[in-house]
């Protein structure tokens, strides 16, 4: 199935896109960061499955369904799950809820290709060209690059309004521009977690606990009363 990505987050484009290559029935046709763009694409062009996030600044993914002539498969992909409802009224194929698993991504492509060609439809996991792999980076944009950083090498990440610092084990820090709601969407299956309404930490990199505070790499980071049950539930205190 020829298919395209449309989503505002740049991290989340590149995890589909991994998934997508993993797959051999899938051809990756485009990717967009906003769906205006992709309108006349996909009028133009034979596209059969769309990886659609819905939250999206000035133009949704529903506005999007809305504005296109031709209607391809659908699969959302998106942070919130409010719009579960909505979306499966519009007839999508899935809803799949940020962070992905691929697990959960390989069950929405078979069940999509069932609906597109139901003559064709494996009946093992022979659709994966390549053993999973757990993706164990991210990039972020960083000025005028995108800088690599490994989940390990993450000590906490500060948010300061819509930028967050991201500090790593070389004493360094990366600035760049995200929210730090996306950031704990893509992070919590990897080890992280929120513990302050301004930070999330690595827990692996934690040295000890005092009271209030978790100390990493000597920083003392607050722990917040909204916080502290489900941090203390995660590290079994």
Known sequence: MKCVIIDDEPL??????EFVSKVDSLELVNT???AIDAIS??????????????EMPHFSGIDFINAIDKKPLIIFTTAYSDYAVEGFNLGAVDYLVKPIPFHRFLKSVMRAQQIFNPQNVPTNTNLISAPEI??????????YENVKLNFS??????????????????NKYTLTLISLIKLENLLSSKGFSR???SYIINIKHVKSIQKNKVVIA?????ISESYKSSFFERINL
């Open 12 to 17: 989340a484009v590149d995890l589909i896109k």
């Open 32 to 34: 967009f960061n906003n």
């Open 41 to 54: 694409i996909i009028n133009q062009s034979n596209v059969d499955l769309i990886f659609l996030d819905i």
């Open 134 to 143: 757990e993706q164990d980076f991210m990039f972020v944009r960083a000025e």
């Open 153 to 170: 090498d993450i000590l906490y990440i500060e948010g300061l309004k819509d930028y967050v610092k991201i500090y790593t084990t070389d």
């Open 195 to 197: 513990i302050h309404r």
């Open 218 to 222: 000597e920083k003392r980071i607050p």
